[in-house]
């Protein structure tokens, strides 16, 4: 690995199946950055526990299962790190040593926290999730992560991060940079719809799921709406508001400008359409769900992966804390 490469960060809570949007709007990016830069590729287990405390079985299942995706999207283990954010115990003693200068009011302003429980109730409201910020900066802060590729969602936590890390530089350098301010990589990708034309969300039911097989994927591509002033072939349809046409941009852009223009015209009917669609999307997805399948039957590969890779991280995240204790005076 080369010195010169810019070491990446990022993480996904392991809450449930993947699905398409995941595929097109962050793995493809995680693949470039495994392929190009220094990446880290976090399992947020202790995350997932923020809002899943109560289903422990069910993040269990999911971490295997969502790097087995990852890895069947083409992120490269051999070049990239994959670990597991609870078997770096470095991350929490990190957060409990941080939390000391991270100012409650900090958190609470965080707009993913009042949010959150709005959404999902105030039994969520625990201790642990108002520091889901604090805890994400560790993630990042123990291997020294300077670009961090996220959504626009979670901005905000992280430039809750930086300014932590100022206050931690400020307070204990003595003039030096002891941990790393990061930076969020903004992904601008357009939104993908599911399949009520609603963002695509495990939590909305809309979702076309990596691991769903063919048959149920034509079955949900049939109940997709489209353009509700287009009832039959023949009628000009609107492609700018249908959920199906903005998937047909990442499953074939070539056909785009043609659909478009036959939708208009009336000459292509949605049943048409969505039929067409339904075909080219199981042929998109086969070789990912094939490789996936793979993954699933070998387990035993994807146990050595994350082991590889949590231990790299281990050796790393033990040096950060030995500069933070050291810099906080815990340590000669
Ligand atoms: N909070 C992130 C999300 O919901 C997931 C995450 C956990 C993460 N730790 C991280 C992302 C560290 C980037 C860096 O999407």
């Not at 990852?70 to 929490?92: C, H, K, M, N, Y």
């Not at 999902?120 to 889901?132: H, V």
């Not at 490789?291 to 994350?306: F, G, K, M, N, S």
């Amino acid at each position: 690995m080369s010195l010169t490469k810019r070491r990446v960060m990022s993480g996904m809570r392991p809450t449930g199946p993947l699905h398409l949007g995941h595929l097109v709007g962050v793995l493809t990016q995680w693949e470039t950055y495994s392929e190009n830069d220094d990446a880290f590729f976090e399992i947020a287990d202790l995350h997932a526990y923020t809002t899943e405390f109560a289903n422990p079985s069910m993040v269990r299942d999911a971490r295997e299962a969502m790097v087995a995706v990852w890895l069947a999207a083409g992120v490269d283990p051999q070049r990239s790190t994959i670990f597991l954010q609870s078997g770096v115990p470095e991350i929490a003693e990190l957060q409990a040593l941080l939390s000391m200068i991270t100012p409650v009011s900090w958190l609470e302003r965080a707009p993913t926290y009042k949010g959150q429980i709005e959404a999902l109730g105030a039994n969520i409201a625990t201790y642990g999730f108002l520091g889901y910020p604090l805890l994400q900066l560790c993630d990042i802060a123990v291997v020294r992560g300077q670009y961090v590729p996220v959504g626009r969602d979670q901005v905000a936590h992280l430039e809750l991060g930086r300014e932590i890390v100022r206050r931690f530089n400020h307070l204990y350098g003595e003039g030096r940079e002891i941990l790393v301010e990061p930076q969020p990589t903004l992904s601008e990708f357009p939104e993908v719809p599911g399949i009520d034309g609603r963002k695509m969300s495990k939590s909305y039911g809309n979702a076309i799921l990596i691991s769903d097989d063919e048959d149920t994927t034509t079955t949900k591509v049939r109940a997709m709406i489209t353009d509700p002033l287009k009832v039959r072939r023949g009628d000009p349809g609107r492609p700018e508001i249908c959920p199906v046409f903005a998937l047909w941009r990442f499953v074939n852009p070539l056909r785009l400008d043609a659909i478009a223009a036959e939708c208009r015209s009336g000459a292509l009917g949605c049943v048409q359409d969505k039929s067409d669609f339904a075909e080219q999307l199981n042929a998109y997805l086969r070789p990912v769900r094939e490789r996936y399948a793979q993954y699933c039957r070998d387990p035993e590969t994807l146990r050595r992966v994350i082991a590889e890779g949590t231990a790299r991280t281990r050796e790393i995240a033990a040096q950060t804390l030995r500069d933070v204790k050291h810099a906080m005076k815990l340590i000669p």
